[in-house]
């Protein structure tokens, strides 16, 4: 069966410390791939998603990257991070239809 | 592009009372309808999906969800609320057919059960 993983589960940083965030996906092969955040109140905004290796889709301009360079890995990342970058970032993947997510990072930026 | 409404971010009921929430949709094609849960500091998880399919979709837990094309909405319901009900439920919209599987997510209802 696919499982999907996210890690760290938390994280504090200081601002302008840079940021990676990884996800891996088991048990599927070429799944489309998804970075969103969630801040309270405003639901999931989607930040980054892939169809492939090497394919990045930018929802809205901001402070962050993604990459994806294994088919099942996708990862989220700052040079420099802002206090406005704190939230709750979840990693997703789907494969025709259905997106099925991880456990979500805990992002505070102090 | 496709976008989700959720009417009202807070619904309140009493333990056995019937559970609505609202959902409506844009979308310039025939499109993929979700809802999933999410409890606290956890990621989200699917209830129940409908791809063009029947209309009435039943999903986990006791949820179901109506396609209603004319009026564009999905909205979720359960006939008798349980206190492990008590979440945030999103609704989602995908176009596969439009060569979207991009997954648009509504801004959320968070449900509390009163005992």
């Known amino acids: 069966s696919q499982t999907i993983h996210q890690w760290p589960a938390t994280l504090v940083q200081p601002v302008g410390s840079p940021l990676s965030l990884e996800c891996t996906v088991e048990g599927t092969s070429n799944p489309n791939l998804y970075w969103y955040r969630q801040a309270a109140g405003r639901g999931l905004q989607l930040l980054f998603y892939?169809?492939?290796?090497?394919?990045i889709s930018s929802e809205v301009p901001q402070n962050l990257s993604a990459s994806r360079p294994q088919d099942r890995q996708f990862i989220l990342s700052s040079k420099k991070l802002l206090l406005s970058d704190s939230g709750f970032y979840l990693c997703a993947w789907s494969l025709v239809g259905s997106a099925f997510f991880g456990q979500g990072t805990r992002l505070t930026v102090v | 592009a496709q976008s989700v409404t959720q009417l009202g971010s807070h619904v309140s009921v009493s333990e056995g009372a019937l559970v609505l929430l609202r959902c409506n949709y844009s979308?310039?094609?025939?499109?993929?309808l979700f809802w999933y849960v999410q409890y606290p500091n956890q990621g989200l998880q699917l209830l129940l999906k409908y791809t063009s399919a029947a209309t009435l979709v039943k999903g986990i837990n006791g949820f179901e969800a109506e396609f209603k094309k004319s009026e564009t909405s999905f909205h979720l319901t359960k006939p008798s609320a349980h206190m492990s009900d008590a979440a945030e439920y999103f609704c989602a919209v995908s176009e596969p057919q439009g060569g979207s599987e991009k997954l648009v997510f509504g801004k959320g209802t968070k449900l509390t059960v009163n005992p």
């Open positions: 892939s169809v492939g290796i090497g394919q």
């Open positions: 979308s310039s094609v025939p499109p993929y």
